[in-house]
């Protein structure tokens, strides 16, 4: 079996999300925090060898030491992250184990996930070596310039990248060493940069990232929507309304 890590970038300033008080990864989601629910899907998995989680120097001993019961649970490695997203995951990736096939990079603000989503991007990079979830584009898109519209973008190649975003270790590993001072807002730019091919499959608009408050009640309203584990029937023969999850 392949062996995945998962980093988990959770180390940006959460400028545009307005709460004084708490950051955009470590909100309260109906009980339980925004970065808990885009991990416990990820730790739990046979595949999934090494889960970092990378927060900001600032955060790092707040985070240790408000979710220590979590973090001894979920054996997650929690490291400090830089000034810039691609920092981030650049510190991670140096702490992943030699013996990872491939790296899993998520946004701690994408809380809405479901099994098949992951388990469908991680077969398409064990055959494709570098995918990314992403949605297509269906609104009319305006290109617009000190407030007015300077042309209409045509739509039909168009697509909203998501994460995770999963790459065989060694090409991410080239892909950043490659990376200079160049700017990247996610790890498949760099990929492209290098010439290599990343493969898309088609995401799940649910497969939100909180970045406002806005986005943070939509997470709200759509958390029940997400795809349920399928049932595997009952546990005895007289508990008919008893099934059991996978």
Known sequence: MAKFAVILAAAGRSTRFQDSKRKKPFADLKGRAVWLRAAELFVGREDVAQTLIAVSPDDLEWFKEKYRPNLAFMDLEVIAGGSERADTVEKALARVRSDIEFVAVHDAARPLLAKEWIDALFEAARQHEAVIPAIRVFS???????????????????????????????????????????????????????????????????????????????????????????????????????????
Do not use: C
């Not at 290098?194 to 958390?223: C, W, Y």
């Open 140 to 246: 009319t898109v305006k290109r617009v310039v000190a407030g007015k519209i300077r042309e209409t973008v045509p739509r039909e190649e168009l697509w909203l990248a998501q994460t995770p975003q999963v790459f065989r270790r060694q090409l991410l590993l080239d892909a950043y060493a490659r990376r200079g001072d160049a700017p990247a807002t996610d790890e498949a730019s760099l990929v492209e940069a290098l010439g290599e091919p990343v493969h898309v499959v088609e995401g799940s608009p649910m497969n939100i990232k909180i970045t406002t408050q806005d986005d943070f009640r939509m997470a709200q309203a759509l958390l029940d929507a997400l795809p349920k584990p399928k049932l595997i029937g009952p546990l005895h023969p007289f508990a008919d309304e008893d099934p059991r999850w996978i």
